[in-house]
């Protein structure tokens, strides 16, 4: 399985973005998708997950009600919409899939995802 992550990009406190994250391979429905991000000199943190019936579960609270995450099994993608977007949401964001959770249960560790993309940055200046 291969992801290609995109849509980061250099923006202004207060705009919006989509970040999107294609999948290799025939069984994307099955997979659990999430989202991480890494700041500079932190750990890698769980941002946003879904599972294959759409349950979607968020991280941080700073991103409740700010980012949305979304999938499209017809286009093997997860998207994650960004919206409000502040500084302390500088990161390099990474898309991740867990094709091995029985349960359906979307997992915050990233020890429990299987693939990951190669990363995205987005950068907000104030």
């Known amino acids: 399985v291969q992801l290609q992550a995109s849509g980061g990009g250099l923006v202004q406190a207060g705009d919006s973005l989509r970040l999107s994250c294609v999948a290799s391979?025939?069984?994307?429905?099955?997979?659990?998708m999430a989202w991480f991000r890494q700041a500079p000199g932190k750990e890698r943190e769980f941002v946003a997950g879904?599972?294959?019936?759409?349950?979607?579960?968020y991280g941080t609270d700073s991103v409740k009600g700010r980012f949305t995450i979304s999938r499209d099994n017809a286009k093997n993608t997860v998207y994650l919409q960004m919206n409000s977007l502040k500084p302390e949401d500088t990161a390099v964001y990474y898309c991740?899939?867990?094709?091995?959770?029985?349960?359906?249960?979307?997992?915050?560790?990233?020890?429990?995802?299987?693939?990951w993309g190669q990363g995205t940055q987005v950068t907000v200046s104030s």
């Open positions: 879904i599972s294959w019936s759409g349950r979607t579960t």
């Open positions: 991740a899939a867990d094709e091995s959770n029985l349960f359906g249960i979307v997992a915050p560790g990233p020890g429990d995802y299987d693939y």
């Open positions: 391979g025939r069984t994307f429905s099955r997979y659990i």
